[in-house]
């Protein structure tokens, strides 16, 4: 450095650095180092930091005891330090002497930059990945996973040690396992169970118990036709009339043989060739024992006619009152007073309303509505299609139509937009909304001024609609 010794003021100022700071000197801010004509060098100082705005060369060793900050830096000789941190991809002369293969692995963080393969089990409190990710079995909770593949709604074949099915389920062919258990409505062209199948808690007969309920039924009815051969005309069931008299009849003979009984033993005794007591009273306890169960037979046959009649009656009050089904399919259905339906109902012509002949899909001969739905007043006010038809909101503040949701395309309806007391409420609309010429109307400003906004929906992301203003009585 040249001397100044000797020099003038006025010929030796610019070359003394100074730091600008009222005569204070160097202290706790970072300020530029300047020429003794105010021209910033690239070096700043403070009392505890140093900076440059430009290139720093180091000809000796630098060390430094905290963080060390540059957009870049050559560096010609070694670098120590206990961390680094950031990308060192542009790295050069770097020893790759990582191993690709360890029997265990800790750390806090890890990057993989490629792809990584693990023949054990990987544990963590987090993991993220941008690729895909192979494992031969997961375990945890998998709701939060996105972008899971859906679901077939047919297999051929299936293997699993539960099945729950939430909804319904169909198969087209055997469905076999240990035990099934089913809440609903179960119908199949066959069934197998190699012990019981059971219904509301009891078992179903097996065909070996129907068979033989089929037998005796086959024989009672044999017997039954007989019976009436012998004791009505024929044609029906033995009336109460035919019964009487074939009892009265019964009873006369049953006397007229006791009579003749009792006639014969007084005359007879016990004479050779001719029947006992102890015979008599055998044939006459035999004729007893059928004649009982004759007249079982006949009470067989009324309780029957009378449990078919009662059947026959529930059917018909069934039939003329109120159905109630979880399903069905009709080719025609006629209401003649109302119907509820809770879930879906598909039409497959047309739905007349008091139309006995619809011309259009649903015709209807009077008058059909929709309700208004309230809107809830927000600075971007949600609008959801899938609620209603027509609506009402009231402003308070100026305020956004958000973009509508469960958007059909054809849907119609009205918006209707009141000011408050206040009035001066502007409203913007997002983008899914179209106006005529591309230019989105202004409301009315009046305090408690009714516009409406009419719509249709032309696309699932297009809504064109028609602003008329202030709403007013005409007189």
Same mark, same amino acid.
């Given at each position: 450095?040249?001397? *100044?010794?000797?020099? *003038?003021?006025?010929?030796?100022?610019?070359?003394?650095?100074?730091?600008?700071?009222?005569?204070?000197?160097?202290?706790?801010?970072?300020?530029?180092?300047?020429?003794?004509?105010?021209?910033?060098?690239?070096?700043?100082?403070?009392?505890?930091?140093?900076?440059?705005?430009?290139?720093?060369?180091?000809?000796?060793?630098?060390?430094?005891?905290?963080?060390?900050?540059?957009?870049?830096?050559?560096?010609?000789?070694?670098?120590?330090?206990?961390?680094?941190?950031?990308?060192?991809?542009?790295?050069?002369?770097?020893?790759?002497?990582?191993?690709?293969?360890?029997?265990?692995?800790?750390?806090?963080?890890?990057?993989?930059?490629?792809?990584?393969?693990?023949?054990?089990?990987?544990?963590? &409190?987090?993991?993220?990945?941008?690729?895909?990710?192979?494992?031969?079995?997961?375990?945890?909770?998998?709701?939060?996973?996105?972008?899971?593949?859906?679901?077939?709604?047919?297999?051929?074949?299936?293997?699993?040690?539960?099945?729950?099915?939430?909804?319904?389920?169909?198969?087209?062919?055997?469905?076999?396992?240990?035990?099934?258990?089913?809440?609903?409505?179960?119908?199949?062209?066959?069934?197998?169970?190699?012990?019981?199948?059971?219904?509301?808690?009891?078992?179903?007969?097996?065909?070996?118990?129907?068979?033989?309920?089929?037998?005796?039924?086959?024989?009672?009815?044999?017997?039954?036709?007989?019976?009436?051969?012998?004791?009505?005309?024929?044609?029906?069931?033995?009336?109460?009339?035919?019964?009487?008299?074939?009892?009265?009849?019964?009873?006369?003979?049953?006397?007229?043989?006791?009579?003749?009984?009792?006639?014969?033993?007084?005359?007879?005794?016990?004479?050779?060739?001719?029947?006992?007591?102890?015979?008599?009273?055998?044939?006459?306890?035999?004729?007893?024992?059928?004649?009982?169960? !004759?007249?079982?037979?006949?009470?067989?046959?009324?309780? *029957?006619?009378?449990?078919?009649?009662?059947?026959?009656?529930?059917?018909?009050?069934?039939?003329?009152?109120?159905?109630?089904?979880?399903?069905? &399919?009709?080719?025609? *259905?006629?209401?003649? &007073?109302?119907?509820?339906?809770?879930?879906?109902?598909?039409?497959?012509?047309?739905?007349?309303?008091?139309?006995?002949?619809?011309?259009?899909?649903?015709?209807? !001969?009077?008058?059909?509505?929709?309700?208004?739905?309230?809107?809830?007043?927000?600075?971007?006010?949600?609008?959801?299609?899938?609620?209603?038809?027509?609506?009402?909101?009231?402003?308070?503040?100026?305020?956004?139509?958000?973009?509508?949701?469960?958007?059909?395309?054809?849907?119609?309806?009205?918006?209707?937009?009141?000011?408050?007391? &206040?009035?001066?409420?502007?409203?913007? =609309?997002?983008?899914?909304?179209?106006?005529?010429?591309?230019?989105?109307?202004?409301?009315?400003?009046?305090?408690?001024?009714?516009?409406?906004?009419?719509?249709?929906?032309?696309?699932?992301?297009?809504?064109?609609?028609?602003?008329?203003?202030? =709403?007013?009585?005409?007189?």
């Amino acid at each position: 450095m040249a001397t *100044l010794t000797g020099k *003038l003021i006025s010929n030796s100022y610019k070359d003394l650095l100074q730091v600008s700071n009222s005569n204070s000197g160097v202290d706790s801010t970072v300020r530029f180092v300047s020429d003794g004509e105010g021209t910033n060098s690239a070096l700043k100082i403070s009392n505890s930091e140093v900076e440059t705005t430009g290139k720093l060369t180091v000809g000796a060793n630098l060390s430094a005891s905290g963080n060390i900050t540059a957009n870049a830096a050559t560096l010609i000789a070694t670098v120590c330090a206990s961390t680094y941190f950031g990308d060192g991809s542009n790295l050069t002369g770097v020893e790759a002497s990582i191993p690709t293969s360890v029997s265990t692995f800790t750390i806090n963080q890890l990057t993989v930059v490629s792809g990584a393969s693990f023949t054990g089990k990987v544990s963590g &409190t987090a993991a993220e990945f941008s690729g895909n990710v192979s494992a031969a079995s997961y375990f945890g909770d998998g709701s939060n996973l996105t972008n899971l593949p859906t679901a077939p709604s047919s297999v051929s074949a299936f293997t699993v040690n539960q099945l729950t099915v939430v909804s319904g389920a169909a198969f087209n062919g055997k469905v076999s396992g240990t035990a099934a258990e089913f809440s609903g409505n179960v119908s199949a062209a066959n069934l197998f169970a190699s012990t019981n199948v059971f219904v509301g808690g009891s078992a179903v007969p097996t065909a070996s118990d129907i068979a033989a309920v089929s037998a005796l039924t086959s024989v009672n009815k044999a017997a039954i036709t007989s019976i009436n051969s012998i004791l009505g005309d024929g044609s029906n069931f033995a009336t109460s009339a035919e019964l009487a008299a074939v009892s009265s009849a019964l009873a006369t003979s049953i006397g007229n043989s006791n009579a003749a009984i009792t006639s014969i033993n007084s005359i007879l005794g016990d004479g050779s060739n001719f029947a006992t007591s102890a015979e008599l009273a055998a044939v006459s306890s035999a004729l007893a024992t059928s004649i009982g169960n !004759s007249n079982t037979n006949i009470a067989a046959v009324s309780a *029957l006619t009378s449990v078919n009649a009662a059947a026959i009656t529930s059917i018909n009050a069934v039939i003329e009152g109120s159905v109630s089904a979880d399903k069905g &399919t009709f080719n025609t *259905l006629v209401v003649k &007073t109302s119907a509820s339906v809770s879930g879906e109902l598909r039409v497959g012509s047309k739905i007349g309303v008091d139309k006995a002949s619809p011309e259009k899909q649903i015709h209807i !001969s009077k008058s059909a509505a929709a309700d208004v739905n309230q809107l809830t007043d927000a600075t971007v006010i949600a609008v959801d299609f899938n609620t209603g038809q027509n609506f009402t909101v009231t402003l308070t503040d100026n305020r956004t139509l958000g973009n509508p949701t469960n958007c059909t395309p054809g849907q119609v309806g009205s918006i209707f937009i009141v000011q408050d007391g &206040t009035g001066n409420r502007t409203l913007g =609309y997002s983008n899914y909304y179209q106006f005529a010429g591309g230019t989105a109307p202004d409301l009315s400003t009046a305090a408690n001024a009714i516009d409406r906004l009419d719509y249709i929906v032309h696309t699932a992301v297009l809504t064109q609609a028609v602003l008329t203003k202030a =709403y007013a009585s005409t007189s």
